[in-house]
């Protein structure tokens, strides 16, 4: 079974700036099958980033994905107010695991 | 765009079975390529795949709740449903339906219910 790892737990940073949020597995898999989602209070997750770096519908473009192997970095160029929030990766394959999450607080 | 509705009961007793159905709106749930699946999340804690259904009825689970857990589909309906028996304490959950995209999204989840909360409690 593979394990997802995400760091920081937690990411305090101010809106303007930089996010980089880490995803590594426990043994490699394919980045045709990696995924971010977003979730906010009360809220059930949303796609962001599919296959690794593929934006979904309507996601703004200073949401980017990359990586390979086992390391993979969602990065959020510059944060809006509205972009903190919990954040997950996820894998599908022979089971779906996700991280544990990242939660991205307000400095 | 479709759209998923999860129903059922918020509150069941220990030893009991939950039974959820999930309503899918906007888009057949006989389209392939797609898995309908189940998601719980604990409270203040992270996503837990339950398992999915194909259209045929290919079910797959996860191994940690694979004992206890079904899933089905009513294709004439257009739901597909939960059942989760021996229910303890630790099954408290909020409990999402969702679709899983195998070829739009590469195994990702697009679509989503708003999730309802389910408590084990006497």
């Known amino acids: 079974e593979i394990v997802l790892t995400q760091s920081p737990g937690t990411l305090s940073l101010s809106p303007g700036e930089r996010a980089t949020l880490s995803c590594r597995a426990s043994q490699s898999v394919d980045s045709n099958y990696l995924t971010w989602y977003q979730q906010k209070p009360g809220q059930a997750p949303r796609l962001l980033i599919y296959?690794?770096?593929s934006r979904a519908t309507g996601i703004p473009d200073r949401f980017s994905g990359s990586g390979s192997g086992t390391d993979f970095t969602l990065t959020i160029s510059r944060l809006e107010p509205e972009d903190f929030a919990v954040y997950y990766c996820?894998?599908?394959?022979?089971?779906?695991?996700f991280g544990q999450g990242t939660r991205l607080e307000i400095k | 765009q479709v759209q998923l509705q999860e129903s059922g009961p918020g509150l069941v007793k220990p030893s009991q079975t939950l039974s959820l159905t999930c309503t899918v709106s906007?888009?057949?749930?006989?389209?392939?390529?797609?898995?309908w699946s189940w998601i719980r999340q604990h409270p203040g804690e992270g996503l837990e795949w339950i398992g999915y259904i194909f259209y045929s009825g290919s079910t797959y689970y996860n191994p940690s709740l694979k004992s206890r857990v079904t899933i089905s589909i009513d294709t004439s309906k257009n739901q597909f449903s939960l059942k989760l028996n021996s229910l303890t304490a630790a099954d408290t959950a909020v409990y999402y339906c969702?679709?899983?995209?195998?070829?739009?999204?590469?195994?990702?989840?697009?679509?989503w219910g708003q999730g309802t909360l389910v408590t084990v409690s006497s």
């Open positions: 906007g888009g057949s749930i006989n389209s392939g390529g797609y898995y």
């Open positions: 996820q894998d599908y394959g022979t089971l779906i695991t």
């Open positions: 969702a679709r899983l995209s195998y070829f739009d999204t590469n195994g990702s989840f697009d679509s």
């Open positions: 296959g690794a770096s």
